[in-house]
T-cell receptor, first 113, second 109 residues
Framework: KAGVTQTPRYLIKTRGQQVTLSCSPI?????VSWYQQTPGQGLQFLFE???????NKGNFPGRFSGRQFSNSRSEMNVSTLELGDSALYLC????????????FGQGTRLTVV | DAKTTQPPSMDCAEGRAANLPCNHS???????VYWYRQIHSQGPQYIIH???NNETNEMASLIITEDRKSSTLILPHATLRDTAVYYC??????????FGQGTELSVKP
């Protein structure tokens, strides 16, 4: 079956712009989580959505937001981009339940110039 | 999430077993131990998880001590393609994984 699909794979944006990233989870997976990976901070949790509701949130400013649609697809948005937002953004999906494994997409590489 | 501690790096000869340790002394009774790995610039890949019994799948084995304060991931016959950063995680909230710095495993010919 198809894995987690993230689009686009690469993106270059200018400071001050906003960006929307998309994630299509594995069929049947209703939980979608987003992570930011930078060389300095490593992999950091952004937020998690389940059944169109944000269930968990990491320690990121309000410029980072997300949403989930009824088909479980998710988008994350970053407004007023800063140079420090340059990172690999990863999406993971999992089945409902506490102790299920997460499957990650290949990520979107965002470069802010 | 329980805090996990892993060595920053390890080397392993190709064809030999790679044993990656993880300490999770603050783990609570209902927290599973998960292992993921990340090959350079790719998304993390799930390997295995367990609660208190040893687990084995087609990729690896997971040995958890009886007191659950530590575990070891075993790759029985490491190949060059197993070179990656390995993360040990003990999440307590369904979809929220807290990644540490992991162990950078280098498999050498």
């Amino acid at each position: 079956k198809a894995g987690v699909t993230q689009t686009p794979r690469y993106l270059i944006k200018t400071r001050g712009q906003q960006v929307t990233l998309s994630c299509s989870p594995i069929s049947g997976h209703r939980s979608v989580s987003w992570y930011q990976q930078t060389p300095g901070q490593g992999l950091q949790f952004l937020f998690e959505y389940f059944s169109e509701t944000q269930r968990n949130k990491g320690n990121f400013p309000g410029r980072f937001s997300g949403r989930q649609f009824s088909n479980s697809r998710s988008e994350m948005n970053v407004s007023t981009l800063e140079l420090g937002d340059s990172a690999l953004y990863l999406c993971a999906s999992s089945l409902p339940g506490q102790n299920t494994e997460a499957f990650f997409g290949q990520g979107t590489r965002l470069t802010v110039v | 999430d329980a805090k996990t501690t892993q060595p920053p790096s390890m080397d392993c000869a190709e064809g030999r077993a790679a044993n990656l340790p993880c300490n999770h002394s603050t783990i609570s009774g209902n927290e599973y131990v998960y292992w993921y790995r990340q090959i350079h610039s790719q998304g993390p890949q799930y390997i295995i998880h367990g609660l208190k019994n040893n687990e084995t799948n087609e990729m690896a084995s997971l040995i958890i001590t009886e007191d659950r304060k530590s575990s070891t991931l075993i790759l029985p016959h490491a190949t060059l393609r197993d070179t990656a950063v390995y993360y040990c995680i003990a999440p307590n909230q369904g979809g929220k994984l807290i990644f540490g710095q992991g162990t950078e495993l280098s498999v050498k010919p």
